[in-house]
């Protein structure tokens, strides 16, 4: 009954690897976020969809590319993973669907990932 | 673009004790939500508590209230009866009203703020 849920919790891996995390939401929401947070637990916005459409990119490397199949899953692919990408990655959904809202952010329980 | 600051790396208090941690912000916007989240060891983000800055009067949730100062740009969260399940890392945030655009409500955050409660 999980309202946002990743897969997977862990993720330990080489440099140079490309891994994916999933995400899921139960929620009926329209759009779905993913967020870092770094080694200082500062947390930062990456991506945004609305409804598979992407929204928000903020100024992250190419490298990593999110994909929306459907409303409910929003997966982000890492290729040649880096030192630096290490990091606990949070995925979060919301109802706001374009117009004004105050609709909470549902978070996911993160995803850590460690790059050997 | 907006800001969040947390000034308190690190807050402490006794068991049943009151604290709060302070937030403040730098916005040009005059309508946006800010948020308390709580990230436990578990690291799962939990909301604690939500203000809309169209209101005046400041939010509360049993325990929880904030001190919502617009004009000083100020979001302080109050503990009352502080309980050992309430030690956690606190993230202020906020989101602009208008969900539409770049801001597409994403949520800024604080640097965040340790509370450890001891026995």
């Not at chain 1, 117009?99 to 790059?115: C, N």
């Not at chain 2, 030690?87 to 949520?107: E, N, P």
């Amino acid at each position: 009954d999980t309202a946002v849920s990743q897969t997977p919790k862990y993720l330990v891996t080489q440099m140079g690897n490309d891994k994916s995390i999933k995400c899921e939401q139960n929620l009926g929401h329209d759009t779905m976020y993913w967020y870092k947070q770094d080694s200082k637990k500062f947390l930062k916005i990456m991506f945004s969809y609305n409804n598979k459409e992407l929204i928000i990119n903020e100024t992250v490397p190419n490298r990593f590319s999110p994909k929306s199949p459907d409303k409910a899953h929003l997966n982000l692919h890492i290729n040649s993973l880096e030192l630096g990408d290490s990091a606990v990655y949070f995925c979060a959904s919301t109802r706001d669907s374009g117009g004004a809202g105050s609709e909470t952010q549902y978070f996911g329980p993160g995803t850590r990932l460690l790059v050997l | 673009a907006q800001t969040v600051t947390q000034s308190q790396p690190e807050m402490s208090v006794q068991e049943a004790e009151t604290v709060t941690l302070s937030c403040t912000y730098d916005t040009s916007e005059s309508d946006y939500y800010l948020f308390w989240y709580k990230q436990p060891p578990s690291r799962q983000m939990i909301l604690v508590i939500r203000q809309e800055a169209y209101k005046q009067q400041n939010a509360t949730e049993n325990r929880f209230s904030v001190n919502f100062q617009k004009a000083a740009k100020s979001f302080s969260l109050k503990i009352s009866d502080s309980q050992l399940g309430d030690a956690a890392m606190y993230f202020c945030a906020y989101r602009s009203y208008y969900a539409g655009g770049t801001s597409y409500g994403k949520l800024t955050f604080g640097q965040g703020t340790i509370l450890t409660v001891h026995p």
